[in-house]
């Protein structure tokens, strides 16, 4: 998903890599254009995660959430409000936060955590 949507916007991230982060998605680095994506992104459905790649792979071509940013958003990624709402909600309700469904994630969340070079 990151390479592909990478090669469509014209970016290429020199890092990415997975770490098990509760109060974040995603975080962008613009000076080292490295992308850190939450494993529990793995809890959320795919167009949801989409718009998180997406969203961090736009920082890359402009670091604040200004109107550039949202324009951008917009077009590579036009539902991306609705797949910000759907995911919000599904973490309001708890889906997200269930134990039980924390514990099933955990292994996919621990295999996800790894540095992954793009392009390498």
């Given at each position: 998903?990151?390479?592909?949507?990478?090669?469509?916007?014209?970016?290429?991230?020199?890092?990415?890599?997975?770490?098990?982060?509760?109060?974040?998605w995603?975080?962008?680095?613009?000076?080292?254009?490295s992308?850190?994506?939450?494993?529990?992104?793995?809890?959320?459905?795919?167009?949801?995660?989409?718009?998180?790649?997406?969203?961090?792979?736009?920082?890359?071509?402009?670091?604040?959430?200004?109107?550039?940013?949202?324009?951008?958003?917009?077009?590579?990624f036009?539902?991306?409000?609705?797949?910000?709402?759907?995911?919000?909600?599904?973490?309001?309700?708890?889906?997200?936060?269930?134990?039980?469904?924390?514990?099933?994630?955990?292994?996919?969340?621990?295999?996800?955590?790894?540095?992954?070079?793009?392009?390498?």
């Amino acid at each position: 998903m990151v390479e592909n949507h990478s090669k469509e916007m014209g970016v290429k991230p020199s890092v990415v890599y997975y770490k098990a982060m509760i109060s974040r998605w995603g975080v962008c680095n613009v000076k080292q254009k490295s992308i850190c994506f939450s494993a529990y992104l793995l809890l959320l459905p795919e167009w949801c995660v989409e718009h998180v790649v997406v969203h961090e792979l736009c920082h890359l071509l402009e670091p604040s959430h200004n109107a550039r940013f949202h324009a951008l958003m917009d077009k590579f990624f036009p539902r991306w409000k609705e797949a910000r709402k759907a995911a919000i909600k599904r973490v309001k309700i708890g889906a997200c936060s269930e134990s039980s469904e924390r514990e099933q994630a955990r292994p996919k969340v621990k295999a996800a955590i790894k540095r992954v070079k793009i392009g390498a």
